[in-house]
C-alpha cells in the first residue's frame, strides 16, 4: 500500500514562495504519473500539476508560469515549487497518482496566502 506524505505548507504573503515535498513510501515515481491537487474550502480538488513517467508535464491554467513540478526519483520525492503566490492559491495540497485508480490520499498540507 502506497504511503504519501505532503510537507511545507504554511502562511506565506501574496508575491511569496513555498515548495512543497510529497514522499511516497516506495519507488512508485518511477513507475506511475503523478501530480499535485489541491482542494479549497468548499471547493472540489482540482488538479494542479501532473507529471508523466516519461517527464511530460501538465498545469492548470491558473498556475502556469508560476508553479513548477518535479521529482527526485532516488528519493521518492514530488515537489511543488510555487512562486508569485495569490490568495486564491490558499488550498490544502495533495499529492497522488495523475489517473485512476488512486492510491490513499496522505493528510495533505496547508497553504494559505494572506497579508
Known amino acids: 500500500q502506497v504511503q504519501l506524505v505532503e510537507s511545507g505548507g504554511g502562511l506565506v504573503q501574496p508575491g511569496g514562495s513555498l515548495r512543497l515535498s510529497c514522499t511516497a513510501s516506495g519507488s512508485f515515481f518511477r513507475f506511475y504519473a503523478t501530480a499535485w491537487y489541491r482542494q479549497a474550502p468548499g471547493k472540489q480538488r482540482e488538479l494542479v500539476a501532473g507529471i508523466t513517467t516519461g517527464s511530460s508535464i501538465n498545469y492548470a491554467d491558473s498556475v502556469q508560469g508560476r508553479f513548477t513540478i518535479s521529482r527526485d526519483i532516488p528519493k521518492n520525492t514530488m515537489y511543488l515549487q510555487m512562486n508569485s503566490l495569490k490568495p486564491e492559491d490558499t488550498a490544502v495540497y495533495y499529492c497522488?497518482?495523475?489517473?485512476?485508480?488512486?492510491?490513499?490520499w496522505g493528510q495533505g498540507t496547508q497553504v494559505t496566502v494572506s497579508s
Open positions: 497522488n497518482r495523475l489517473r485512476e485508480p488512486y492510491w490513499d
